[in-house]
């Protein structure tokens, strides 16, 4: 089973910028769509973005479109999500996910789940 590893999260004033990195244990990252859920405490989790296996399709949640992108770099095994004029609001746990396609994501529909990263905007 792939393992998935997140790194890149912290302490950022608001309007500023993170990006955030998800790394593979195992070369099969290319096989599964990529994405980031995140869940703020006291909140239901919250699909951020996603990306297809191809690199060819994104699809990104109402709150952070505009603001947030996602890529990927399968030679590296790697999936990033780069954050830009971070809000309050956007403070929570990010969670790398794999999904055998890019509509499960969203759902939370997953087959595996990075151990999450905290992102704390500062207002």
């Known amino acids: 089973q792939v393992q998935l590893v997140e790194s890149g999260g912290g302490l950022v004033q608001a309007g500023g910028s993170l990006r955030l990195s998800c790394a593979a244990s195992k070369r099969t990252l290319s096989t599964y769509a990529m994405g980031w859920l995140r869940q703020a405490p006291g909140k239901e989790r919250e699909f951020v973005a996603a990306?297809?296996?191809?690199?060819?399709?994104?699809k990104y949640g109402d709150s952070v479109k505009g603001r947030f992108n996602i890529s990927r770099d399968s030679t590296r095994n790697r999936a990033t999500l780069q954050m830009t004029n971070l809000k309050h609001e956007d403070t929570a746990v990010y969670y790398c996910?794999?999904?055998?396609?890019?509509?499960?994501?969203?759902?939370?529909?997953?087959?595996?789940w990075g151990q999450g990263t905290q992102v704390t905007v500062s207002s």
């Open positions: 990306i297809t296996r191809s690199d060819s399709n994104t």
């Open positions: 996910a794999a999904a055998m396609n890019i509509a499960r994501l969203p759902k939370g529909a997953v087959a595996c």
